[in-house]
């Protein structure tokens, strides 16, 4: 196996990436790695153009300002967790999903990625399902999906 040196936790900056962040930083610190952390900030409501007769304008800015809420919070674990000596590194961009993590896994050389893997209800299928299965599908390095329930504790 080869040695993991450099751990990238995707974050779709909402309160569900709590677990993926505190298990990428835990992690880091046990194998002495340096964290990354991508935070999503896609506006999957850019909606502009079509024409529809809802207020999508005030949806957008409440989407907005919860993603940098939650944002805020998801920072403030890593701070907390981190040890003193741990590098990490956090990008923040709203492009797709896809693209992005894949161009910081080949710029940074990413050794393990580590993702939430939803319990896809519709909306989240719409926002997120096509892109996990694509990352799984098509990176270079070993992904790690961290489930916030385990089936079993139901």
Known sequence: MNEIKRILVVSTSTNTCKLAIHNGVTLAKVLRAKLYVYHSDFDFLNLEGWSLAMPFQALKESYKQQLETDRTM???????????DMQVEVFVTDKAIVSEVSRIVHEEKIDLLVMTAFEEGR???FIYGH????????MPCSVMLVKEHHSWEE
């Not at 998801?74 to 040890?83: D, F, G, Q």
């Not at 892109?131 to 098509?138: A, G, H, K, P, Q």
């Open 123 to 125: 909306l989240e299928h």
């Open 131 to 138: 892109s996990t299965n694509e990352i799984v599908r098509t």
């Open 74 to 84: 998801l920072n403030k674990i890593i701070e907390k967790e981190k040890t003193p």
